[in-house]
């Protein structure tokens, strides 16, 4: 069966340990002089080594050789400890066994001599999900720990634990890795697997786990599981890594702003499919909310609000803490996410809109693609006319609340008149959405009409059949093709 190479490489010996030499050089010497902890508190992000020189300790503390403070390998106790069949090392996730009577369980096991090795360890993981009751029922084991007892508690968020609990331990802080150490430790990876893989891909894959060893492991492993005879390329690592940069952000930001969450939510979910790093992504996206932060101080951005930047600013860095705090990365972006475009929507905040769900159409696709098609210098100009007042259309649509996901879609937008049409151009598919929506068409058509000061309908406006065709049904089949999409209304 095959073994994700993150387990399979996970270090034996501290001497493996790639980028915590702070922690395993006190370890070594504490094991190598006996001077022994009955209790370790392991803090820091996610994949960096926690757990790992967790079950280094409890196989060194027990060990009948260490060699240097590392565990020998060779003997009984070690060889039991690797197979995982210790009975006297306990791993427990307090993320699903959180409650006071876990611990009670635990301490009634206290009293009962290891039975072949010297200590009982107990690796506590994710402790900070512990219960407060659970907490008050440990931390009496703490006061008093039987000499043959030791206790690794292991968090991501240390900030959530009683601070009795941690003033009884020995703390060590882990570090992110650096990018050095993580390519370095890849590429020894790589060699020993037979993998082929250039230097530029090392990098890409360091940069994009941000200091996480077992995230640019698992990025590694999606690589090489494409094609296994291939090496891996820059380009490679790109593609998995989805990394397409400002465009990326650009449409999420887009949609947030029409304040679909329903979309963004999608959006989300397939970046995170892509395997993003999504701590990087939350940067992103911070930085393109300040950058029109700026726009909209030097005006150069007129058509986002100053006051909405600046609360999505903050929600968007208190997200960066919590993720940085070790919270579930994906869940907060999207709680981030939600309230963005509820923010961003004219529409009544109460009203749920996650449980709207779309009809089923892949109409929409085609529109989206006919509109990006467009090419202006093809275009009969006989035909359509260029709507000069469209600016001023858009200008008074501002003015109308319930428009505002409307407006902000048409941003760079452009409109054409024809007979009794005005028929739209953009390249955001979120317009065309709305404009689906008949509350939406007509407030829009109100407006026109007051600025044009004559009715008109709406559509869309169609390049490629203006473009190929030359006669006079090209209308006619805009305008049939919109009302099949729902979009046009009929006469
Ligand atoms: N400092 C490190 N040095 C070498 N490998 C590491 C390191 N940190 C994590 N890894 C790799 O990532 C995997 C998961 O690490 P783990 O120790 O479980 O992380 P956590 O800090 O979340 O407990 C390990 O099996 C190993 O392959
Ligand atoms: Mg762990
Ligand atoms: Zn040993």
Known sequence: MYKALYRKWRPRKFDDVIGQNHITDVLKN????GRISHAYLFVGSRGIGKTTCAKILSRAVNCQNPVNGNPCEQCEICKSTESETELDIVEIDAASNNGVENIRDMREELVYTPTKCKYRVYIVDEVHMLSTGAFNAFLKTL???????????ATTESHKLPATIVSRCQKFVF??????????RLKYICEQEKIEIEDDAL???AQASDGGMRDALS???QCFNINKSQKITKEIVKNILGITGQDVIKNL???IFSGNSTESLEFLENIHKQSVNLLKFCEDLIKYFRDIMIEIITKKNKNLILEDILYSLEILQETHRNINFGNDRKISLEIAIIKLCSRFSGKNKSENKIQVKKEPEEPQENIIKNTSEI????INTELTDNLTEWRDILTEMQ???SLKSLCMSLKNSQAFKHENYILIKSTNSMAFELLRKAECRNSLKKIIHKILGKAYNIGPYNSENLSKTNNNNILDSIISKAKLHNILEEN
């Open 30 to 33: 504490e094991v190598n002089t």
């Open 143 to 153: 006061e008093e720990p039987p000499a043959h007892v030791i206790f690794i508690l």
């Open 175 to 184: 570090h992110r890795v650096s990018n050095e150490d993580i390519c370095a």
């Open 203 to 205: 990098n890409v894959i």
């Open 219 to 221: 990025i590694l492993d």
């Open 253 to 255: 930001c887009d949609i």
């Open 375 to 378: 090419d202006i210098s093809n």
């Open 399 to 401: 003015k109308d609340s």
